[in-house]
């Protein structure tokens, strides 16, 4: 039959035999080119439940230290020396290559096996979800005088809908360390003075940003003297006394846990509103939930996830994936420092689609407002509008990973 065809087709067909041969050659001894197999995920930690599932990156390198392909469905899992037949690794260019889950607590060491060849142990850690005493926090909205809301569609129960949907974990935050804050915010029902706000969490200001920083800065300190910031977090709309210190269209925020005066115990409204402990959404633009629980979560001790992979920075809480600054791909996905895919739906990301916190900046966030700050929380002790009880030791910010 190869006689009677014509020579291409016998080109490509002598070109098929060799391949096959080569490829059956690669399957049959693939190991003689390879030095070994790596093995990453994202974060070392996951929750311990039925959904959350941690993204991992196996890669083959051969002696010259090059990533080879592998065929999908040959590497194995295993799990503290047992194969996971349920877990598929495929050998995805653009995307996690398995995931792992884990329904009990406690520790794993996760291994991938190709015939003889096995990776170094990954200690992974799965974790229960916690819980924790339900936190409401009072928000009032500073609007400049020709900011018109109703006529730019922005309606603040909806952004703060929004913002509690993210704090409290309710928007199917696919994150293996996706966690619950138990912080709620809340429009404020009434001004400093105890009566009824017209609409509640509004301040509609009589003037428009003053032309200069300083300007901006002494009517800004001059509402934080009344509207205590022991009483509300702050958020001012396009009041920006900050002009030219980031790029436009930023936003900022600053945490409520400094002061002015020598001793936390003296500080006072007034004194206080000097350390200018207040958020600042750039403009109508930005006004989304999405950017106010992003500022809500610095004034509340979060820094943002990104640093730099080179001088290793980020932001010191260990279960958010190491990462450079970068924008995400069309279905929401970044790439690790250590290379591997994960969705990016941190509320302290950049350019992500936001949908929730982790375990572990939740624990940031509960022992800020567990220690003494100026957070507008009821008074459980006498000091003097600080929180009383501390029921969550400090965490340790600083880890090292990956
Ligand atoms: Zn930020």
Redesign the pocket.
């Known amino acids: 039959m190869l006689m009677r065809t014509k020579p291409l087709f016998q080109l490509i067909y002598l070109g098929w035999l060799v391949f096959t041969l080569f490829a059956c050659q690669k399957n049959l001894d693939p190991f003689g080119e390879v030095q070994k197999i790596s093995l990453k995920a994202s974060v070392s930690f996951l929750n311990a439940d039925t959904s959350s599932r941690l993204p991992l990156a196996i890669s083959v390198i051969d002696k010259a230290g090059n990533a080879l392909n592998y065929p999908d469905s040959a590497i194995q899992i295993y799990a503290n020396g047992v194969w996971q037949p349920d877990i598929q690794v495929r050998n995805n260019p653009y995307s996690p290559h398995a995931y792992y889950r884990s329904k009990q607590p406690g520790q794993i060491s996760l291994q991938a096996r190709w015939g003889p060849l096995i990776s170094q142990p990954l200690i992974l850690t799965a974790r229960p979800k916690k819980t924790y005493p339900i936190i409401r926090l009072p928000v009032i909205f500073h609007i400049p005088q020709s900011l018109d809301l109703p006529k730019k569609g922005i309606v603040l129960k909806q952004v703060i809908a929004g913002v509690n949907q993210l704090y409290r974990d309710a928007m199917a935050n696919s994150d293996p360390n996706h966690a619950d804050s138990f912080i709620e915010f809340y429009l404020a029902a009434t001004n400093p003075d105890g009566y009824p706000l017209l609409q509640a969490g509004l301040n509609q200001l009589d003037f428009d940003d003053p032309a200069t920083n300083q300007a901006s800065g002494a009517k800004v300190d001059s509402i934080l003297a009344h509207w205590c910031i022991k009483q509300y977090v702050n958020i001012f709309v396009k009041i920006n006394w900050e002009k030219g210190a980031h790029p436009v269209g930023s936003s ?2 600053y945490m409520p846990l400094y002061s002015v005066d020598p001793y936390p115990g003296d500080a006072t409204c007034a004194s206080l509103s000097k350390a200018r402990a207040a958020i600042m959404i750039a403009d109508e633009n930005a006004f989304t939930f999405s950017v106010v629980a ?2 809500l979560g ?1 004034a509340l001790g979060l820094g ?1 996830t990104f640093g730099d992979c080179f001088w290793y920075t980020d932001d010191h809480v260990k279960d958010t994936p190491r990462q450079q600054e970068a924008h995400p791909d069309g279905t929401n996905q970044k790439q690790s420092c250590g290379g591997v895919y994960f969705l990016a739906t941190n509320v ?1 990301d ?1 350019y992500n689609r936001r949908s929730g916190l982790t375990q572990d900046q939740v624990a940031v966030m509960r022992t800020i407002i567990n220690y003494p700050t100026y957070l507008p929380i009821h008074v459980e002790s006498s000091a003097g509008g600080r929180m009383g009880y501390r029921d969550v030791p400090p965490v340790v910010l600083i880890d090292c990973r990956e």
């Open positions: 900022f925020s992003h500022e610095h943002h302290m950049y």
